[in-house]
């Protein structure tokens, strides 16, 4: 059964940097695609990055250079590092996951995904 846990949210100023965490109950995230959402307030869901089981990961043009997907199979976690925060980034952020191919294409959907976590809020300050 996969349950996933995001960890890591907070309130940090502009510039700044947060790793989120997401882990699934102590199971390896191997044979999965894992993806990270946000919602900003007021508005809809948005793709932000996934990793691929095999293969490189793939940003969001709006997090592009700034923000890093890092698989941790030592860990069982897949993390999200987040640099250069800006106010725009502020949002509830949510890990996503689904079996997957060992190769395959990106996964920007949420309709790709089959498995989210609750989510854990990001606050920018300006």
């Known amino acids: 059964q996969v349950q996933l846990v995001e960890t890591g949210g907070g309130l940090v100023q502009a510039g700044d940097s947060l790793r989120l965490s997401c882990t699934n109950s102590?199971?390896?995230?191997?044979?999965?695609?894992v993806g990270w959402f946000r919602q900003p307030p007021g508005k809809e869901r948005e793709f932000v990055a996934t990793?691929?089981?095999?293969?490189?990961?793939y940003y969001a043009d709006s997090v592009k250079g700034r923000f890093t997907v890092i698989r941790d199979n030592a860990a069982n976690a897949v993390y999200l590092q987040m640099d250069s925060l800006k106010p725009d980034d502020t949002a509830v952020y949510y890990c996503?996951?689904?079996?997957?191919?060992?190769?395959?294409?990106?996964?920007?959907?949420?309709?790709?995904?089959?498995?989210w976590g609750q989510g854990t809020q990001v606050t920018v300050s300006s």
């Open positions: 996503a996951a689904a079996r997957s191919k060992y190769w395959e294409s990106h996964r920007t959907l949420e309709s790709q995904y089959d498995y």
């Open positions: 102590g199971n390896t995230f191997n044979m999965y695609v």
């Open positions: 990793s691929r089981w095999g293969g490189g990961p």
